[in-house]
């Protein structure tokens, strides 16, 4: 029996060497998630990549982007591909250099420090002379650009949050714009040892705090919360926002000490409110018909929040849409016009509900990782402007007060990410993926990303290799030894560079000499010699389940310094305190973000002229039974499947207008394109809107690719970045149609590998 980590928890599993057979939760973990029954489920399955494989177009009439996505793979050996890669790796950099190279590579990969796959391949890349990267990220896209001109840099954020022991004990009041969902909370960036989201709710309520779960979904917060469900059209909680701060301004509940002392701007911000710069005044019943909130609930709950100790959440994904920054700013607008910031259970908070780390206190260290060395070239894109990169080189965008252009990418080398998952509007990216030379992707899986590639290689689980781990601000640090043998000829990232790199001439820069154990050892004595001497020495935690890091402060308060003294511990925004008015956003001039915040319809939302024609919001968020599109073949993600298509849910009285009824196969659609899914009639869901979750592999149609067969999201969302200023991912939301599906149903052919030819090409 061993423990191993993974981005959803930590599990104890037997093995015979080929496979796990039996996994349990890990004993210490008190709200243990049933997503670890994906892993051995998928280990096997038949979409594992088993070897390596070259586009049949690209190995016969060389790079070039004709036919990806279409045709067949022919399977060749590993010293083929080794040769025809490093050949393509060496041509490219010479004839077009590093800025022809897009290494960004975004994506979540598997949890352990080492094998990071993108961390792995950036080093590489960097041997090379460097790559264009990706800045930013699609979870908070949004957040991360605009934070840090009107608070703190994200990091400060998420990784400094009030605790959620502090809440459990001090909050009277949550208000969560976006609920505290469960499903989301059960995931962390790199694991998660201990889940207690129910545990705190639990606790706060017993206490007699209250919860108000501001969403259209009744589910987004625990049962635990007893929450008061407040649901507003999608995409117009700055409305509702905007409406509370007029109520607490018009009411004289806003904290003027506060706001003198610790902010700027607000002067100009509340002339807005008032409606004294463009004549529109901000009260709940102008707030009432854009948002369908009635009036009477803004007005109270602004009352309450103000007699309140309360604590102002604002989800991740509430920034992932459309001017997404401004409910963001609207929520530190208001926890700054209650005067709570830096006091226990009061202030602002930013992804409590979105990851389960926000809200762990931070740790007194972090853990080894992988040195990535130096980008010879300093070219990126904003993460989700990816196929407006790859259709348009050489054109202008706007990034947070600069104009830059897209470079002209020759090259795509993908590794630990699903694109194909995770952008919106799939058939443009199918598109924008035609345009490359060439596409390289490591994955476990025949992801619609892999089958998007010209080269594929296969690279190992988690499970079946050495690595150790701990997620951000997590107390536990795990040993992650392999738990099996690797799928078919699969091999660690680090094992593909490493051959490569001897091949390209960089073996030395890349490997120092080390194999991947060695790495581990050196990374851990390196980090603890930095750290204390009170670490026990690698060999004896190689053989521990597990150490605990030491955990400061518990109690912590986001920005209780900057409360104590301001001028002491100044924020690090241009003036020093909140800016509710940001001088510098405003000297950008963009109409879709100005210099306070705002509410601006959407395009896409049920209150616009669109919502005629597609009169349903889509609600494209996080799934519940799998992290992302991961081991989206594995029982516990399968097993939610309905007809082998992802749920969709739909308000009953939404469904019997239509015609519908539970376990129809549906069709989704708008002007981008249309998927099928299967329906589910709930009542947790609001009228008007439609939840369907982001994860099912993208199944494309072979004659209409923008028709996904198995019920990905992305088919119908918009690629179009937040705003110019942050161009973060708008993939939550979408205007759409439903309707039964009543064509002969197709069969889903993403839970098979894709078609092969073999050439002759030995297998081993
Ligand atoms: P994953 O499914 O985690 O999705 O997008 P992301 O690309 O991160 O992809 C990780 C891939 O890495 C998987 O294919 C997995 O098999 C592979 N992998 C795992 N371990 C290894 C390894 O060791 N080596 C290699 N080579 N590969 C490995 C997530 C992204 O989606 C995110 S973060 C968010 S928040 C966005 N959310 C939304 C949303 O709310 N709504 C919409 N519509 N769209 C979204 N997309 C975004």
Redesign the pocket.
Known sequence: MTTHLTHWGVFEADSDGTRLTSVRPWRGDPEPMPLIDNVASAQHHPTRIDQPYVRKGWLDRGPGGAGRGDEPFVPVSWETAFELLSEELNRVYREFGAESVYGGS?????A?RF???QG?LHRFLNCLGGYVRHVN????GAASVLMPHVIADMSVIEGHATSKKVLAEHSELVVAFGGLSPKNSAVSPGGVSRHNTRTWIAAARDRGCRFVSISPLRDDIPAEAEATWVAPRPGSDAALMLALAQVLDADGLADNDFLDRYTVGYQRFARYVRGESDGVVKDPRWAAAITGVPAEVIRGLAHEMAAARTMVTVS??MQ?AEHGEQPLWLGVVLAAMLGQIGLPGGGFGHGYGSSSHVGEPSRGVSVPRFPQGGNGIDRFIPVARIADMLLNPGASFDYDGRRLTFPDIKLVYW?????F????DLARLRMAFTRPQTVV?????W?A??RHADIVLP????IERDDYGAGQNDRGFFPMKALTRPHGQSR??YVIFTELAERVGVGKEFTEGRTSHEWLRHLYEEWQSQVSAELPEFDEFWDSERIELPVPDPDQVLLADFRADPNLHPLATPSGRIEIFSETIDGFGYADCPGHPVWIEPEEWLGGLLARQFPLQLI???PRTK?????DVGAHSRSAKIGGREPVRLYPGDASARGLCDGDIVRIFNSRGSCLAGLVCDDAVAPGVAQLS??AWYDPDPVDPSFCRHGN??VL?ADRGASSLSQG?T??LALVEIEAYRSVLPEPAIDRPPATVDEGNPKG
């Open positions: 975004y994506g979540w990969a598997s352990g094998h990071h796959a792995q990220s699609y979870s908070y991740w994904s992932r590794c630990g990410g699903n694109p998952h995770h952008h919106q992707v490591h994955d476990g899986f992801t990303t892999a690279a190992t689980m988690s660690d990232d494209a968020n996080q992290l992302h599109s991961q081991l982001t994860g999201p992305n969302t991912c993939g939550q």
